[in-house]
């Protein structure tokens, strides 16, 4: 039976997200602000859960409708069939977000979702459920628009970046998902040669090495939907075990990390350590701007270090012209993507920059900057 989900993403990664689950079997993918709208039976869920290397969430739509008070969303809560997934002894969370909702207080709509689903409950079973807003068996999520209500179950249950043991997370970790849509949007292909020279604690190298391998992002984590009541625990075997056969072995991969810190080159062997990769990537302590491709051209894909404080910027300032110089002089012939929140970055870096794509790294605004390299011939002048 077709189902209506949602599933959440990154802002600026919707397209990526919509050609991935098309993909993975998913019809009528419709992006849309910070996801993309899909139609599927439910096994189409579950693989995506599994397989959606960018994906925050897969949400079940559960009802939809027109609203214009609080009373009607109570109304709607309480026809819905509750007890048809889950248990008056399980615990649950209403969340609430909205887009130009004219009424007061979306604390106050959670309420009313929360009174309606227990009320339910009540008067069938004469008993509640409870609510947990820390670790909840089922998650509720409610949108609203101006004069439409969307109720959805979670299916994914921890967010989907959430993939495993993250052994080092360093200051400002990108998420896993992220990741995976900035290689995406940047052309990556298992195969092709990548470079992350500010590697950090190796969020793309991981990455990289995990899609080559062919390994499902899901595999070895539990997932929202066991815990629901109705869904299909026999055809949910046969699909990890279909997506888990695919995996390769590990071996030697052209992905290539490098740092001027060694903490920092420890901490991404730990975590490939602690992915079963180590013998997948080569890293290196190296200082990019005295540094040689380690193989033949390819991509370069970084997230960039960018300063908060005044002598951060100043120092940025002073590396970027010289990470462009030696760009020019030794990568020609490669293509390079940089991922980061400062805006100055092109002027700085004086070459020319062929694409940027906007996204965000949570609530911080980013750019995705292409730079093909050229040697000596796509140097700007100095302003």
Known sequence: MRQQFFATCPRGLEAVLAQELATLGAQDTQPADAGVAFQGDFVSAMRANLESRIASRILWQVGTGAYRTEQHLYDAARDLPWSRWMRVEQTFRVETGANRCPLKSLDFVTLRVKDALCDQFRDKTGRRPSVDTREPDIRIYVFLTESTYFFYLDTSGDALFKRGLRVEAGQAPLKKNLAAGILKLAGWEPGVPLLDPFCGTGTFLVEAAEQSLGRPPGAG???GFERLDGWDRSRWQEIRLEAETRSLPPGALPIWGFDLKGDAIAAARANLDAAGLVECVQLKQVNMLESSPPGPPGLIVTNLPYGVRMGEQAALAELYPRLGDALKQRYAGWTAY???????????????????????NGALECRLFEVKIVSGSNRRPAM
């Open 338 to 360: 940089f991922f980061t929140a400062d805006m100055q970055f092109p002027k700085l870096i004086r070459l020319k920059t062929s694409r940027r794509t906007p996204l965000h």
């Open 221 to 223: 984590r539990p997932f």
